[in-house]
Nanobody
Framework: VQLQASGGGLVQAGGSLRLSCALS????????MGWFRQAPGQDREFVAA????????NYADSVRGRFAISRDNAKNTVYLQMNSLKIEDTAVYYC??????????????????WGQGTLVTVSS
């Protein structure tokens, strides 16, 4: 299984971006999916997760109400819509595929596969 994240870039504070994560070499509906991020000089942190069917999601408090995770199993792609971006959202964003299809937790070892990351830079 390989994950390819895309959609990062430079955006002004208050703007929006949509990240995509394409899964290949497997079937997306087999996995719960998560997004994590790592800001410069900081540990990687959980952002959002979604179960295999899309019927349950989980968000970090810092992004709840601004970000939305979704998935299209037919396209083997998961998305992260990011609105009202803040400077502190600047980070490399990683998608991850979970071993259990109903997992929406924050624990990194519970995700089996990771993408390479896409950089989001929010400017003032």
């Amino acid at each position: 299984v390989q994950l390819q994240a895309s959609g990062g870039g430079l955006v002004q504070a208050g703007g929006s971006l949509r990240l995509s994560c394409a899964l290949s070499g497997g079937t997306l509906s087999t996995y719960a999916m998560g997004w994590f991020r790592q800001a410069p000089g900081q540990d990687r942190e959980f952002v959002a997760a979604i179960v295999w069917s899309g019927t349950k999601t989980n968000y970090a408090d810092s992004v709840r109400g601004r970000f939305a995770i979704s998935r299209d199993n037919a396209k083997n792609t998961v998305y992260l819509q990011m609105n009202s971006l803040k400077i502190e959202d600047t980070a490399v964003y990683y998608c991850a595929a979970g071993g259990h299809p109903y997992y929406t937790g924050t624990t990194e070892p519970n995700y089996d596969y990771w993408g390479q990351g896409t950089l989001v830079t929010v400017s003032s």
